[in-house]
């Protein structure tokens, strides 16, 4: 069932771009191919995200990034609220990713937030790449930041929202990151990130 929805939220996601396309978002032609991907569908809900080769390091506070599931959907999040840290930093990596498999390639992913009550640098969501990380030392990796399109506080809570991006300027191996950032102390910082139907694609043509 997950995989047709994922079919599903994917083709009309491509659709939309095809019609209106921002900075954060590509149009993706017809001959899309799925090198890999990860829709959470195994998630155990209020779980820490322990998920094959995906990395889940907590740089600040306590907590780490959960799996969670709702109406039979598995996702992974990151809500700082009741965390009891006044900076909660925490990363979320992919497993590694052949950008030489073809020379059009790029990741598309779904993200939700809820409770977001400000867009702030201090509650907030990016998505980085790196290719260096050796799958261990974060914070050792050089992190270059990507535009992605991030729900902001004025989009629908536990709303998903596509982001298509373009790696055809990366060769090697590489690795994706979302990092999150808010308070578990400040109430107006600790609105939560969800991320669904990571994908990672080349194109034929």
């Known amino acids: 069932m997950k995989n047709i929805v994922l079919k599903i939220t994917l083709a009309v996601f491509f659709m939309t771009t095809l019609v209106s396309c921002t900075e954060d978002e590509?149009?993706?032609?017809?001959?899309?191919?799925?090198?890999?991907?990860?829709?959470f569908q195994t998630a155990v809900n209020s779980t820490d995200l322990d998920i094959a080769s995906w990395t889940n390091f907590n740089e600040t506070g306590a907590w780490k990034w959960r799996e969670k599931t709702f109406s039979?959907?598995?996702?992974?999040?990151?809500?700082a609220f009741n965390s009891g840290s006044p900076v909660n930093t925490a990363w979320l990596i992919s497993p590694e990713i052949n950008l030489d498999v073809a020379q059009k390639k790029g990741?598309?992913?779904?993200?939700?937030?809820?409770?977001?009550?400000?867009?702030?640098?201090?509650?907030?969501?990016?998505?980085?790449?790196?290719?260096?990380?050796?799958?261990?030392?974060?914070?050792?990796?050089?992190?270059?930041?990507l535009q992605a399109n991030v729900p902001t506080k004025s989009v629908a809570w536990y709303q998903f929202v596509a982001s298509n991006v373009d790696l055809s300027a990366y060769n090697g191996k590489a690795h994706i990151a979302?990092?999150?950032?808010?308070?578990?102390?400040?109430?107006?910082?600790?609105?939560?990130?969800?991320v669904d139907n990571f994908l990672f694609y080349k194109l034929n043509n």
Not at 26 to 39: G, H, K, R, W, Y
Not at 74 to 79: I, K, P, R, T, V
Not at 178 to 194: P, V
């Open 107 to 145: 990741v598309a992913f779904e993200v939700a937030q809820h409770h977001l009550d400000v867009d702030s640098p201090n509650n907030s969501l990016q998505v980085f790449i790196s290719t260096n990380y050796d799958g261990t030392n974060v914070l050792a990796a050089t992190w270059t930041p």
């Open 26 to 39: 590509t149009a993706l032609p017809a001959t899309t191919v799925t090198i890999s991907n990860e829709d």
């Open 72 to 79: 039979g959907n598995g996702y992974a999040e990151f809500s």
């Open 178 to 194: 979302f990092k999150f950032k808010g308070s578990g102390t400040d109430t107006t910082l600790d609105g939560a990130f969800q």
